[in-house]
């Protein structure tokens, strides 16, 4: 499985940017997916996550209500739209893909390259 992000860049505060993660697997709907994030200097901190279905999703509190994550599962991908944007969202953004219910920290079968997120203030 190969997992491709992409959709960062360099965004002013309050802006907006909008990830996109596209898996090379043809069982895509058995894996639940998720974005993670990596700050300089920081440890990796799960970001969102979505169901198998689509029908569930989880959220960091410090996400909430700005960041909606969702996915096309005939096409293989898993978005990010990132909206109002602060600077602390600056980080290196990384998808991961989980076969099962849910995708868990420490538990993860794979992982995109990742895609840089710069907000400016």
């Known amino acids: 499985v190969q997992l491709q992000a992409s959709g960062g860049g360099l965004v002013q505060t309050g802006g907006s940017l909008r990830l996109v993660c596209t898996a090379s697997v043809r069982t895509f709907s058995g894996y639940a997916m998720g974005w993670f994030r990596q700050a300089p200097g920081k440890e990796r901190e799960f970001v969102a996550q979505?169901?198998?279905?689509?029908?569930?999703?989880n959220y960091a509190d410090s996400v909430k209500g700005r960041f909606t994550i969702s996915r096309d599962n005939a096409k293989n991908t898993v978005l990010l739209q990132m909206n109002s944007l602060k600077p602390e969202d600056t980080a290196v953004y990384f998808c991961?893909?989980?076969?099962?219910?849910?995708?868990?920290?420490?538990?993860?079968?794979?992982w995109g390259q990742g895609t840089q997120v710069t907000v400016s203030s």
């Open positions: 991961a893909a989980q076969y099962g219910l849910e995708v868990k920290w420490g538990g993860v079968d794979y």
């Open positions: 979505i169901s198998r279905s689509g029908l569930t999703t």
